[in-house]
């Protein structure tokens, strides 16, 4: 007999639809895996076996072949586990094929037949609703993974014998074999909370105090999406600053919301898709330059903060490979890897904040304690970063020490009250030319930020000192629209330009190279 269940692949990012096929015929006992599986689909045999087992049932005394389909596509992971069991079910006339053949069937099956959650499962959903499907099976444990799925019937199962109890017709347990309650379960369509939102709350501006100059600039980076180093003393608060950044955003749109979801869900770290707040990932400085900037077959955390912020703190003592493969992702928003059998874009267009101290010990220039370092060794920290990096961030700014951050005599501002002005600002700067400010390239430039007259000087001025080359005039130019939009103005005028200089501290001792 013969049976199909459709089910998913992860190729790199992307998924694909797999047709599980079983055929029962006559000949040696025995399971053969065909369609170009890896070690851990062919692995299946096993933990399927045993997981009928458990439900008190077994595989016919006769040869089984297992084809994964397209052949010519390799199989990886242990998500066909599922599908396989309710194919060689269906085979034997166990299960009915009328449900399994509207749905595809994803999740790795325990030796006592629990499913537990896959890697990628979102994608694995969204490839199954672009193939047809009107529901999936998947595991209960990840079934808010595809909650925001329009146009597809998620199906948690916690066990092989509900999958089984799914396929023959019969209501789902409220209780799964683990004995706890599952409040809701069984089949439903997908469909966004109450409000709209979910996952935790971001942190408010207001925890910080003083920096006022600091706090001024987060404001101008969430609005224009300009990259910002913030450079200060130990116990500044530039981690603190740098970590409310996300809450300052505008919210992500359920299509973007959906999109970072997809990738965390790739990269096995499950991200609700119904949650709204851009994503804010702080790798250690010790990340290598594949943990940073991924491969074909993996993400680095550049992609998983897509649409959101990656924050390095200790910029200095990044690998400098691994800084210097970010010059072109920082620009262009996305990360073209390119290897002998491969070739795959991923999705990058982060918001950079980093942070570094001054000097190796971090206090040159704190008033509170002297600079123990040597010149050379200053000289030498300092040079780890080069030019053409720092030429990719808009915003340089000088932390001051506590006590030391212009401490205002009003309260300090909440975030909701900031990111009220961010998306005004934002939303002033895509009506008018459709794209961020830190976007502007070219004649675009030129026509949506001309600096007037009563401005050019400084910039004029600025270059001749050296403290800018041609793109460092186009990233102030660009920094003093988003300082209009922010004054809701139409044009430029001098004082935009003027503090946008100012935030372009100068770092001495940079390798230019």
């Keep these: 007999m013969h049976a199909l269940v459709r089910s998913a692949a992860l190729t790199g990012i992307?998924?694909?639809?797999?047709s599980v096929e079983a055929s029962i015929a006559g000949g040696l006992p025995g399971v053969h895996v065909v369609g170009l599986p890896d070690a851990a689909v062919r692995e299946a045999r096993e933990r399927v076996r045993s997981a009928l087992r458990a439900v008190r049932l077994t595989l016919?005394?006769?040869?089984?072949?297992?084809?994964?389909?397209?052949?010519?596509?390799?199989?990886?992971g242990p998500a066909f586990d599922l599908p396989i069991a309710l194919a060689l079910l269906a085979a034997q006339g166990r299960v009915p094929h009328m449900r399994l053949g509207a749905a595809t069937v994803v999740g790795e099956l325990g030796l006592d037949g629990r499913v537990r959650p896959v890697r990628g499962l979102l994608a694995l959903a969204l490839a199954a609703r672009a193939a047809g499907s009107t529901s999936v099976v998947v595991p209960a444990e990840q079934r808010d993974e595809v909650a925001a799925v329009t146009g597809l019937r998620a199906v948690p199962v916690a066990s092989l014998l509900e999958a089984i109890a799914w396929a023959r017709g019969c209501p789902l347990p409220r209780v799964a074999s683990n004995g706890r309650p599952l409040a809701g379960f069984g089949e439903r369509g997908a469909g966004p909370d109450?409000?709209?939102?979910?996952?935790?709350?971001?942190?408010?501006?207001?925890?910080?105090?003083?920096?006022?100059?600091?706090?001024?600039?987060?404001?101008?980076?969430?609005?224009?999406?300009?990259h910002l180093l913030l450079i200060g003393p130990p116990g500044s608060g530039k981690t603190m600053l740098a970590q409310r950044l996300p809450g300052l955003l505008p919210p992500l749109t359920a299509d973007e919301a959906l999109a970072v979801a997809r990738l965390h869900s790739l990269a096995g770290l499950p991200r609700s898709p119904l949650e709204r707040l851009a994503p804010l990932r702080e790798p250690h400085?010790?990340?290598?330059?594949?943990?940073?900037?991924?491969?074909?077959?993996?993400?680095?955390?550049?992609?998983?903060?897509?649409?959101?912020?990656?924050?390095?703190?200790?910029?200095?003592?990044?690998?400098?490979?691994?800084?210097?493969a970010l010059r072109e992702p920082?620009?262009?928003?996305?990360?073209?890897?390119?290897?002998?059998?491969?070739?795959?874009?991923?999705?990058?267009?982060?918001?950079?904040?980093?942070?570094?101290?001054?000097?190796?010990?971090?206090?040159?220039?704190?008033?509170?304690?002297?600079?123990?370092c040597h010149p050379s060794a200053r000289g030498r920290y300092l040079a780890r970063l080069s030019g053409p990096?720092?030429?990719?961030?808009?915003?340089?700014?000088?932390?001051?020490?506590?006590?030391h951050g212009g401490a205002s005599a009003t309260a300090p501002e909440a975030s909701a009250v900031v990111a009220a002005r961010v998306e005004a600002g934002r939303t002033r700067a895509y009506?008018?030319?459709?794209?961020?400010?830190?976007?502007?390239?070219?004649?675009?430039?030129?026509?949506?930020?001309?600096?007037?007259?009563?401005?050019?000087?400084l910039l004029a001025a600025a270059r001749a000192q050296g403290r800018l080359g041609e793109r460092g005039v186009d990233d102030v130019t660009r920094v003093a629209r988003t300082l209009a939009d922010l004054a809701e103005r139409r044009a430029i005028a001098p004082e935009d330009v003027a503090e946008a200089l100012a935030y372009r501290a100068e770092i001495h001792g940079v390798d230019s190279t």
Aim: with cysteine; hydrophobic share 45%.
């Design 60 to 76: 016919p005394a006769s040869r089984v072949v297992v084809n994964l389909a397209p052949a010519d596509v390799r199989k990886e």
């Design 431 to 457: 009506a008018r030319q459709g794209c961020s400010n830190a976007a502007l390239r070219g004649a675009a430039l030129a026509r949506h930020a001309d600096v007037p007259s009563a401005a050019a000087g």
């Design 285 to 324: 400085h010790t990340a290598s330059l594949p943990g940073l900037l991924g491969t074909p077959a993996s993400l680095g955390e550049l992609s998983l903060a897509h649409l959101g912020v990656l924050f390095l703190d200790e910029l200095p003592e990044f690998e400098r490979r691994a800084l210097e």
């Design 330 to 372: 920082l620009e262009t928003g996305s990360l073209l890897l390119a290897r002998a059998r491969s070739r795959r874009r991923l999705p990058a267009d982060a918001l950079l904040v980093a942070a570094m101290n001054p000097c190796p010990c971090g206090h040159d220039g704190d008033p509170r304690r002297a600079c123990r």
């Design 14 to 18: 992307d998924a694909i639809e797999v």
């Design 194 to 226: 109450a409000d709209g939102r979910a996952g935790p709350a971001p942190l408010d501006l207001r925890d910080v105090r003083g920096q006022c100059v600091a706090k001024r600039a987060l404001e101008v980076a969430a609005t224009g999406r300009h």
């Design 389 to 403: 990096l720092l030429d990719r961030v808009a915003l340089r700014i000088v932390v001051a020490a506590p006590g």
